[in-house]
């Protein structure tokens, strides 16, 4: 047989073989069941973060850090004594190992449910049987899929992320606060202030940029055209209370919400602020922490120079290129967020004021990534 016979043969048999092949896939998409199972989508953004989360907080270490952070389990045992009334219905959304869905139960409520997609429910389960606490349904299933037949009278939660958004705090809770929660219903907490200082950081502790370095007289600067790319190089998670040395200007919060009013929709996608630097000093970046509040004097704070920060949550740092400013000096900061939740979104710049001689506006811009 020549080798022209063959090729012949060989490419009659793949167009056939194609034909046969998109035959059977028209016939496997006309059946949506069958084409689901063959041609699984590709998972959404929320899909994958939820898969993760679940993983993440099925680690008994993770459970270990929340239970021995000391200042935030005296906030909610606080806020649950001061707010839960014997007789409510309460969510406790994203529960963990229970604890609060005990506190909530032996505080009197007359029912609550426990949600949680995490395996961390079989323990949570184990653990209110041995102790002994009753009124907890214990849920296996993400808070969007939670239904109730008689809505509830408080919804308890710990969705805050180092960020603050950044574990979907906005969109869970409004979720649930539209769907199950009675009209005049308690969310606890629901105050919350979003920082985001302009921060100085300790001499001996600050890393610089590569291109920033010289070390025993080799240059780096050369680099500085090879910036990465990826958005996480430029934040840093840090819960070290020496790493900081100050503010260089008076914390405010860049924005405060209250979960009893806001919607997703209602978030802002850019913040402008100012700081006036009364410690003057080394920009290094800005650090990024919050306050959940419940009563005036009932304060949590994430803050990298609160001594009673509670410990398990990080605080982020943002980091920008050096600049140094003098008493006086004002520094305007824009922070432009594409998805709260998604920090590898956020882009930061900022514009130097001077407090005497010639005014500079040159604006300095998330490194590498641009200000946009």
């Known amino acids: 047989m020549s080798f022209s016979v063959l090729q012949r043969l060989s490419s009659a048999t793949f167009s056939l073989g194609r034909r046969l092949a998109e035959r059977l896939g028209g016939w496997v998409r006309s059946r949506p069941a069958l084409a689901a199972w063959v041609y699984p989508e590709e998972p ?27 200042p935030r389990m005296d906030f909610y ?15 406790d959304l994203g529960t963990g190992t229970g604890i609060l869905a005990a506190l909530a139960s032996r505080r009197g ?35 969007k899929e939670f239904t ?18 950044d574990e979907a705090m906005v969109a869970n809770v409004t979720d649930l606060r539209d769907r199950v ?25 600050l890393v610089p940029f590569l291109w920033e370095l010289n070390v025993q007289g080799y240059d780096y600067s050369c680099l500085e055209r090879s910036r990465p790319q990826d958005p996480g190089y430029y934040h840093l998670c840090s819960s070290d209370l020496g790493l900081v040395e100050h503010f260089l200007g008076e914390p405010e919060p860049a924005l405060m919400l209250d979960l009893g009013t806001v919607t997703g929709a209602g978030l802002p996608q850019e913040l402008h602020f100012s700081r006036r630097v009364v410690h003057a000093g080394r920009l290094d970046g800005y650090a990024v922490f919050f306050r959940a509040r419940v009563d005036d004097d009932l304060v949590l704070s994430s803050s990298p120079l609160d001594p009673r920060r509670a410990p398990h949550w990080g605080f982020r740092i943002l980091r920008t290129d050096r600049d140094d400013f003098e008493l006086g000096d004002v520094i305007e900061v824009t922070l432009r967020v594409g998805a709260w939740h998604e920090l590898d979104s956020w882009r930061w710049s900022h514009v ?18 641009g200000s946009s």
Do not use: W
């Open 352 to 369: 130097k004021r001077m407090a005497a001689g010639p005014h500079s506006a040159e604006p300095v811009g998330t490194p590498g990534l």
């Open 77 to 91: 045992r606080a806020a649950i004594n001061r707010h839960i009334q014997p007789g409510d219905r309460v969510v």
């Open 148 to 165: 109730v037949n008689e809505r509830v009278d408080v919804i308890l939660h710990e969705q805050m992320g180092d960020c603050l958004f």
């Open 44 to 70: 959404t953004a929320e899909t994958r973060y939820r898969e993760f989360n679940g993983r993440y907080f099925a680690n008994f270490h993770e459970q270990e850090r929340m239970l021995a952070d000391k």
């Open 109 to 143: 409520a007359a029912q609550v449910y426990a949600i949680d997609h995490s395996p961390i429910l079989d323990q949570a389960r184990t653990l209110a049987e041995h102790n002994g606490v009753k009124r907890i349904e214990f849920i296996a299933t993400h808070s």
């Open 181 to 205: 929660l009675r009209p005049g219903g308690l969310i606890l907490p629901s105050r919350f202030e979003f920082y985001c200082e302009p921060i100085k950081i300790r001499d001996g502790r």
